[in-house]
């Protein structure tokens, strides 16, 4: 006998009479989203934001397409409005306040100092791309996401997915040839979530 796991689909239905099942989505996923969230903001708001992002998804559950088995790409877009509301109030405030400083720099590490360097030159040819090649793009680099998931939360064709990450890849190498030697080939994935 084969034992199955209940989809998320299924668990996101079941919560809309019984809310207290909504925590097994938050069990199976917490980890992945503090993750991606890590990757956007610093250390010691990731736990908040992360919770944010759950509170949210738990607000909006009714709302879910539950033909979609896998609630991650969900989530994680959740997680981009999430963080992108919390990175324009921090801007907002360092504006107002004009002292914080968000980037710390630390002296006895090369490593850092090098990804800093190479975050530098990434982000100036990132803000030199078309938003939706930007967006893409980040979907897939930092967060993670397939070209599968991406058309998905974009509401595009997979086509368009690779063609907006190939022409993003390729503006970054161009605009930054100190990044070509270090640059991985391009993983393919289409990949069903």
Not at 41 to 63: G, K, L, Y
Not at 82 to 97: C, E, H, M, P, T
Not at 119 to 147: C, H, K, N, Q
């Amino acid at each position: 006998m084969r034992f199955q796991i209940e989809s998320d689909s299924r668990v996101i239905q079941d919560s809309w009479s019984d809310p207290t099942r909504f925590g097994l989505i938050f069990d199976r996923h917490v980890d992945r989203i503090f993750r991606l969230v890590t990757m956007r903001v610093p250390r010691q708001d990731a736990a908040d934001i992360t919770a944010d992002v759950f509170e949210r998804a738990f607000r909006s559950r009714h709302r879910y397409d539950i033909t979609y088995r896998d609630a991650t790409p969900w989530l994680k877009g959740i997680a981009r409005n999430v963080i992108g509301d919390y990175l324009r109030a921090k801007r907002r405030n360092r504006i107002l306040s004009l002292a914080q400083t968000h980037t710390e720099f630390e002296t006895d590490s090369v490593d850092r100092i090098c990804a800093s360097d190479a975050a530098a030159m990434i982000s100036g040819a990132l803000s030199l791309l078309a938003s939706a090649e930007r967006e893409t793009f980040l979907l897939y680099a930092l967060d993670g996401l397939t070209y599968t998931e991406i058309s998905r939360l974009l509401g595009v064709a997979p086509g368009t997915v690779a063609s907006r990450i190939s022409r993003a890849r390729a503006h970054i190498l161009n605009a930054e040839p100190d990044l070509r030697r270090h640059a991985p080939e391009p993983r393919i994935s289409t990949g069903k979530s």
